[in-house]
């Protein structure tokens, strides 16, 4: 079935918006047409959290929450989905949702801007965890800012919640809203509005045939990259075609050879599964954006902006990952390390999408990755740098490294490399390979870091590989 309308579930029935812009803001709707002024606006960017709604979708016949920045989101895509405002939370007789309770019993709150986000990801927290740990009310809450509260109070009140009872109104509701959502989620939408379009097919085979008519169209996964193009470059997109309603794009495969990835399946899932293959590739994303920004986000448009910047990218690029491309008529695989030309351009055609992203896995291999930013939590990243080291009879056999942002693309150490491939791990050797990185590396000024600065990350991070590894601590560690 196709529509031109937007059906989703809000306040326990069924709305319906004809034909929407598709370049509309989620916040902007909630706000000037659903006059819910909860969410607020802080940046219209997805780093500050104040926006912060919480979609339920229908997944093994249970409601899956997920916090998500309503001001980086496109109105269309609510379709099929559960709307939750911070409104809502407050039950029919008036009392307090547990988490704003324990936010008033716990003074997590001055002047207020933040309140509704900080609410909304302890309310996806509380819908989503059941023993809430230290580092999952962290996680839960990296995504949002408050400049007057201060985050103690706030972290109290989040831990208040382990002792509370979890049936809330929205597990009482839980049956009635799953058949309201059972009867809006199998619909395509194709919107022409104002000369904008919008397509969310439900099937590759659908997308195919969008594409062979609109080649130029933007794809959208999570939007996180591209929304800004709205919010921020005042821009309007003219034609978007939403891959994230596509279910077959959406899962994670493993064949013992390699994972594999669909292109739809958002980084949320990928930090959790790989995370017994590869402890350090789970790291790295735990420190990618924030919650709101993984539950949505793919592994997808992290490759196809192709930021030299972009997390996954030394992380996949180490570990000889390929890229599966289709168009209208075949299949195209290439290796990551092949698809990247230069500054935020890749071998990508019109026409041709990214369904999925292979991953090997490398049984005997140690994946060591480091992220240095300003920023601990949901900051983008001066240095990142990834080590996929075989060893064998003490000795470097295999060695594969990838940096972000020592270069216009997310880019191998290839010098470096063969310094420390077959080699002991000496003093000599790694002074070696850190001195070949600068054959390997221009790194340029801007406004995180300076080359120079870059540079001696890049050699420290390498140093630190090469020290850890010798010491047998295996594992990772930030700073
Ligand atoms: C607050 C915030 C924090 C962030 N933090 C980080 C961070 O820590 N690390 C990091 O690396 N990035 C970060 N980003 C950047 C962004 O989240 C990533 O680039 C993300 O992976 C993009 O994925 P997406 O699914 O949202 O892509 P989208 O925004 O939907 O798309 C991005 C681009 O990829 C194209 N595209 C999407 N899917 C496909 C497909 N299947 N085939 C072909 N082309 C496709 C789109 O057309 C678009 O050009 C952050 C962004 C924000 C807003
Ligand atoms: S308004 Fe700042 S994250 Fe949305
Ligand atoms: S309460 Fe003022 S910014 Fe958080």
Do not use: W
Not at 220 to 246: A, F, Q, W
């Amino acid at each position: 079935m196709t529509s031109s309308n937007i059906d989703f579930v809000y306040q326990d029935r069924i709305f319906e918006i004809k034909n929407p812009d598709p370049n509309e803001i989620l916040l902007n709707y909630i706000r000037t047409k659903l006059k819910k002024i909860g969410s607020k606006n802080g940046c219209s960017e997805g780093g500050c959290g104040a926006c912060t709604v919480v979609l339920g979708e229908i997944k093994n016949n249970e409601i899956n929450y997920k916090a998500i920045n309503s001001c980086i989101t496109f109105l269309p895509t609510l379709q099929g989905k559960q709307l939750i405002l911070v409104e809502d939370l407050i039950s029919k007789n008036g009392s307090l949702h547990p988490v704003q309770q324990a936010m008033v019993n716990y003074h997590g709150s001055q002047c207020g801007i933040c309140t509704p986000g900080f609410v909304m990801s302890l309310f996806s927290m509380f819908k989503k965890k059941s023993k809430f740990k230290d580092d999952e009310i962290r996680d839960s809450i990296s995504g949002n800012l408050c400049r007057c509260t201060g985050y103690q109070p706030i972290i109290k009140a989040a831990k208040s919640l382990k002792n509370k009872n979890k049936i809330d109104h929205f597990t009482k509701n839980k049956k009635n809203i799953i058949n309201l959502l059972k009867k809006i989620n199998n619909k395509s939408v194709v919107i022409y509005n104002k000369g904008k379009k919008y397509f969310a097919p439900q099937y590759v085979h659908e997308l195919k045939k969008i594409l062979k008519k609109n080649i130029d169209a933007n794809f959208l996964s999570g939007g996180t990259d591209l929304s800004l193009t709205v919010t921020k470059e005042r821009k309007d997109i003219h034609s978007i075609i939403y891959m994230n309603s596509i279910s077959e794009l959406n899962y994670i495969k493993n064949n013992n050879k390699y994972i594999e990835v669909g292109a739809s399946t958002p980084l949320i899932e990928l930090e959790s599964y790989i995370k017994k293959y590869y402890p350090d590739f789970t790291k790295i994303l735990r420190r990618y954006g924030s919650p709101q920004i993984r539950n949505v986000a793919t592994v997808a448009g992290n490759i196809a902006t192709a930021s030299p910047i972009g997390d996954c990218l030394p992380l996949l690029l180490s570990l000889n990952a390929q890229v599966v491309l289709q168009d209208l008529k075949k299949n195209r695989i290439l290796f990551l390390d092949d698809f990247f030309i230069s500054y935020r351009k890749t071998k990508l055609k019109k026409g041709q999408f990214i369904s999925s992203i292979r991953i090997p896995i490398l049984k005997g291999n140690i994946l060591k990755s480091y992220k240095v930013s300003k920023r601990f939590d949901d900051d983008i990243s001066s240095v990142c740098a990834a080590f996929n080291l075989e060893i064998v009879k003490n000795k470097f056999h295999s060695v594969t490294i990838a940096y972000g942002g020592m270069a216009a693309i997310p880019k191998r150490a290839i010098h470096c490399e063969k310094i420390l491939s077959n080699s002991l791990v000496t003093d000599e050797i790694i002074h070696k390979a850190k001195k070949a990185l600068e054959r390997d590396f221009k790194p340029i000024n801007d406004m995180r870091a300076s080359g120079s600065y870059r540079m001696n990350i890049a050699k420290n991070l390498l140093e630190k590989c090469c020290a850890e590894i010798k010491q047998k601590k295996l594992i990772g560690i930030y700073f």
